[in-house]
C-alpha cells in the first residue's frame, strides 16, 4: 500500500469557459499557474510555479505550449 503517491486530478475548470494564464509578482517575481474566466476576466488561483519542470508540466496538463500562456501582473 503506498501512502505517498501523486494523485491525478481531471482539469479543474472547463476550457471553454476558462483559460490558463500565470500571474507573476512585479516585486518577487513569484510565479502562479492561474485559470482565468473568459466572459468576466476573474483569475482563479491554482498552483505556485517554482521551477521550469513544473511550468512544462502545467502546460502538458492543460494542452497548451509553455510560450502560449498568457503572462498578467
Given at each position: 500500500m503506498k501512502l505517498f503517491h501523486k494523485k491525478t486530478q481531471p482539469l479543474p475548470f472547463p476550457p471553454d469557459r476558462y483559460e490558463p494564464v500565470l500571474r507573476?509578482?512585479?516585486c518577487t517575481g513569484e510565479t502562479t499557474a492561474c485559470a482565468r474566466e473568459r466572459e468576466t476576466g476573474k483569475v482563479h488561483d491554482l498552483l505556485l510555479?517554482?521551477?521550469?519542470?513544473?511550468?512544462k508540466q502545467f502546460a502538458a496538463d492543460y494542452g497548451?505550449?509553455?510560450?502560449?500562456i498568457p503572462i498578467i501582473y
Open positions: 507573476r509578482s512585479i510555479i517554482r521551477t521550469e519542470q513544473e511550468l497548451v505550449d509553455p510560450e502560449d
